[in-house]
């Protein structure tokens, strides 16, 4: 018999509503910042985001985003993650390892 475990999705919207916007000891990232990330990773690489072609609908650039910075801002492991963004494992890794790419692209604009 398959047991049906909830997945618990966090999306920017549920993140912005447990951690107000004046606290920042916990997410270190003001939710208009990752507002305005999110367009940056997209001219960045527009290869982040891919349009539907069958199988599994594609992740959004937002959740993307947000895979990433759960990853390097916490210290769980890929299958927590995996659990709390209802996505596999495969698809963290992949995630975090292309957004990450990108923000390191992105740095010289950035860091001097």
């Known amino acids: 018999m398959k047991v049906h475990i909830p997945i618990m999705e966090i999306t920017l919207r549920k993140l912005c509503h447990i951690i107000p916007l004046t606290t920042h000891s916990h ?6 910042t990752f507002e305005q990330l999110c367009p940056e990773l997209n001219q960045t690489d527009s290869d982040l985001t891919k349009e539907f072609s069958g199988g ?6 937002e959740k993307c985003a947000l895979i990433t910075l759960w990853y390097l801002a ?3 492991s890929m299958r927590s993650i995996r659990v709390k963004f209802g996505v596999e494992k495969g698809t963290v890794h992949y995630i975090v390892h ?3 790419a990108v923000i390191e692209r992105m740095a010289v604009k950035y860091i001097k």
């Open 56 to 61: 599994n609908a594609p992740v959004t650039l």
């Open 27 to 32: 997410f270190c990232m003001h939710c208009l």
């Open 74 to 76: 916490n210290q769980d």
């Open 98 to 100: 292309r957004v990450t």
